[in-house]
């Protein structure tokens, strides 16, 4: 079975709910089914890619698309909606032109596009996050953007005094401290194997940044964080100027260099850094991490060979081999290996796993994500939402009416001291029939029960990528 979300065609005309849309709207007050929790106040911020004018270009891909932010606000059972572009220097270009003038990763200019200077911001399309009292729109090639968390309004492109060059769409948060640990890569120039890594403060005042080269220039789309330790995954979706620039893929499957893992401890210098050595595999997504004793566990969202992207020769992945599995990796720090283990969990094809953040890098309980239903014949979307309890190693799964799909699961605890797991999931669910959205609030711990509220748009969002909630 094909990994859903996987088979979009790259280079031509996105279609069906991952077209993007043309419209900016608001609505003070969405139509509600059931009833809202009226301890749910805050807003969910939804970053996905929404190109301003699409264009049928090889160079193109569903991850190059401008972004646009989706607010779900909720206060006293009511719902409220906002969408807006992320205006970077790219979208404003294009805005002005009333043309595409760009394509691909790089910001190629198309054929006959004029010829304008525009600062390299990226298109901002991966991520919403809240740090420091500031709402960053995050794509992991980029300096974040702020954006005015009432209005939408981009407010520009933010360096907190220190930043410099990429920085992650996957920042992780210590529930403690309130830090912020952030890394990026193609640090030493497009393609490149150059990394930094770096972290910030709850005010918002960078307090490292450093740069290291991995083993070989990689997508390094997320990394692995606990209590003591950063890992850094470089995997063999392998990053290549040369490669580009002679007209193949920048970035491609080269399963033959294996998987190398950087543990760095928090603290250490990063001479500190050891590299561990595991099979060949590839993983966008981590759900959590944690530490036992001189163990480090990561459960992560693992693919034997990576979709959306070609194999360096250009065939096409294995649809077989292209579909996330939860899987544990196991590190041992005092074993006289540099060898890592990674054992599947679970056979369900699924992504974008969540926890509950306040376990972030603790050992956890709960997890959730996305998933294809068992039974059913796949095409390219997730039709369910598992719950996985570590503790009774049991798992359940809301299935949506055949056809519809679900974005990623978001966690909202019900109190601040709510314990683990008790709370809320949001997700905002597509209606194939009817060609539009909903959000759709469930009990976190009874899935199964299905949604509590169900909030109608009359229009699509379209699959994106990432969200999460800001309590007002």
Not at 123 to 128: E, H, I, L, P, R
Not at 191 to 199: P, Q
């Amino acid at each position: 079975m094909a990994d859903v979300q996987a088979q979009q065609p790259v280079g031509e005309r996105l279609t069906n709910n991952y077209a993007p849309i043309t419209i900016k709207c608001e609505a003070e007050f969405l139509p509600v089914k059931g009833e809202l929790p009226r301890e749910l106040r805050g807003t969910l911020f939804r970053n996905g890619p929404n190109p301003q004018f699409p264009v049928a270009d090889p160079r193109n891909h569903w991850f190059t698309g401008d972004g646009m932010l989706h607010a779900f606000t909720l206060a006293k059972g009511r719902a409220a909606y906002r969408n807006r572009w992320i205006r970077t220097a790219k979208w404003q270009a294009e805005h002005d032109a009333g043309r595409a003038l760009f394509a691909g990763f790089g910001g190629d200019r198309l054929p006959g596009a004029p010829a304008v200077q525009v600062k390299d911001e990226g298109v901002a399309n991966t991520n919403v996050v809240w740090h420091a009292g500031r709402l960053l729109a995050l794509e992991e090639a980029h300096l974040p953007i702020e954006i005015d968390p009432r209005t939408l309004a981009t407010d520009g492109q933010r360096d907190f005094g220190a930043l410099r060059g990429p920085f992650t769409a996957h920042p992780k948060i210590d529930p403690v401290s309130g830090e912020m640990i952030f890394f990026g890569y193609g640090a030493s120039g497009p393609l490149s194997a150059g990394m930094t890594y770096g972290t910030m403060d709850s005010s918002g005042a960078v307090t490292r940044f450093e740069r290291f080269d991995a083993p070989y220039a990689s997508m390094v789309h997320d990394f692995v964080v606990t209590a003591r330790h950063v890992l850094f995954p470089i995997l063999p979706l392998t990053a290549s100027l040369q490669r580009a620039m002679r007209g193949g893929p920048p970035f491609a499957w080269e399963p033959e260099k294996g998987a190398a893992i950087g543990v760095l401890p928090r603290g250490g210098a990063i001479g500190d850094m050891k590299w561990f050595r595991g099979d060949a595999a590839y993983v966008f997504h981590v759900m959590n991490a944690w530490e036992d004793g001189d163990k480090i566990y990561a459960d992560v969202m693992q693919f034997e060979e990576p979709p959306l992207f070609p194999h360096a020769d250009g065939s096409a992945p294995d649809p077989m081999k292209s579909r996330a599995r939860l899987c544990r990796w196991t590190f041992d720090l005092t074993a006289n290996t540099d060898r890592f283990t990674q054992d599947y969990l679970d056979e369900l094809t699924g992504e974008f796993p969540r926890i509950d953040d306040r376990r972030a890098g603790l050992k956890h309980r709960h997890g959730w994500y996305a998933c294809a239903a068992p039974g059913r014949q796949h095409r390219d979307s997730f039709d369910a939402i598992a719950h996985v309890d570590a503790e009774s190693t049991k798992r359940n799964l809301y299935l949506l009416p055949d056809g519809d799909a679900t974005s990623e699961p978001v966690f909202v605890p019900r109190a601040t001291d709510a314990e683990e797991g008790d709370g809320w999931l949001l997700a905002v669910i597509w209606r194939a029939a009817e060609r539009r959205s909903d959000l759709v609030v469930l009990e976190a711990g009874d899935v199964e029960r299905g949604p509590i509220a169900t909030v109608e748009l009359s229009h699509r969002v379209p699959f994106g990528f990432h969200g999460n909630f800001v309590p007002a």
